[in-house]
């Protein structure tokens, strides 16, 4: 046995009662067993931060991966889309050009001019997204329409009857019948005057199996591409109409049909529209 026996009380220098002994003995014990335990729970303590903070971290990390994946998705593609609508929109404005047109206008509905037509018909057959392609005069009434390059009766759309006419190329998209649609339009002017607007009337929406198999070979199965308006008042996923937050910068987090998303937009320049790639 080690040390002093019995026991000496360093304050008085005398021997500690027996009493008192035992109770320094007990508590020395307990303090013995307890030790392992409240090693353990501090490991414990330890172990369970460091994990809570790797998870924090991790998740920090598959955020910040997800957001530039999906960022630089958005960003490559909405300068292209822009180009294609640039495009159509340049074929337009050669067809608004022709003298042809002009005297389309000034013959009015009704009296249908060959060679107006003609040029129409080439715009008219652009691509599988054109709807329909009208040419309005300067208070928006229909004066020729065709649809698949082929004429067809105009609607006689009052609404659309204005003292002035929309004079931007590309319009925000808007509920067509079941679907989503927007215009491109280029002005017809005649002696400095605006006088008419060919437009040419676009699905928003697409049954193209192989645009659909691109953004998932891009995106994987989870993925899905968004158009939308600047205002956030629109939106499609290119086969319907869906709901979701107005486009802001940074990653967008929202639940769409019960799923929660994951979700980044870019402008398309030089329009009212932008572009979205999502996650679920």
């Not at 989503?180 to 605006?194: K, M, T």
């Not at 699905?203 to 070979?217: C, F, L």
């Not at 929660?260 to 996650?279: D, H, K, Q, Y």
């Amino acid at each position: 046995r080690s040390g002093k026996w019995p026991p000496v009380d360093p304050q008085t220098q005398t021997a500690v009662p027996i009493m008192k002994r035992t109770v320094l003995a007990q508590g020395g014990g307990s303090l013995r067993r307890r030790l392992p335990l409240l090693i353990a729970a501090v490991l414990l303590v330890g172990v369970s931060s460091f994990a809570a903070l790797a998870y924090r971290t991790t998740s920090q990390s598959l955020m910040r991966a997800a957001y530039a994946r999906l960022a630089n998705l958005a960003q490559e593609f909405a300068p292209q889309m822009a180009t294609q609508i640039g495009t159509r929109i340049r074929a337009l404005e050669g067809v608004a050009a022709d003298p042809a047109i002009v005297a389309q206008l000034r013959a009015g509905a009704g009296r249908p001019a060959t060679n107006a037509t003609s040029l129409l018909q080439t715009v008219a057959r652009d691509t599988a997204g054109v709807l329909v392609v009208e040419l309005r005069d300067s208070t928006g009434r229909v004066v020729t329409a065709l649809a698949k390059g082929v004429p067809v009766t105009p609607t006689d759309d009052r609404s659309r009857q204005t003292a002035e006419i929309d004079t931007t190329a590309v319009s925000p998209l808007y509920a067509r019948g079941t679907g989503v649609a927007f215009d491109l339009r280029a002005n017809v002017v005649a002696d400095g005057h605006l006088v008419g607007q060919i437009v040419q009337v676009r699905t928003a929406e697409t049954s193209n199996a192989a645009g659909t198999k691109t953004v998932s070979q891009l995106m994987g199965a989870d993925g899905a591409l968004l158009l939308g308006n600047a205002d956030g008042t629109l939106w499609t996923d290119l086969r319907a109409t869906i709901r979701r937050p107005a486009p802001g910068p940074g990653l967008a987090r929202y639940t769409r049909d019960g799923r929660p998303r994951l979700a980044a937009t870019a402008a398309i320049p030089n329009t009212p529209l932008v572009l979205g790639f999502e996650f679920d």
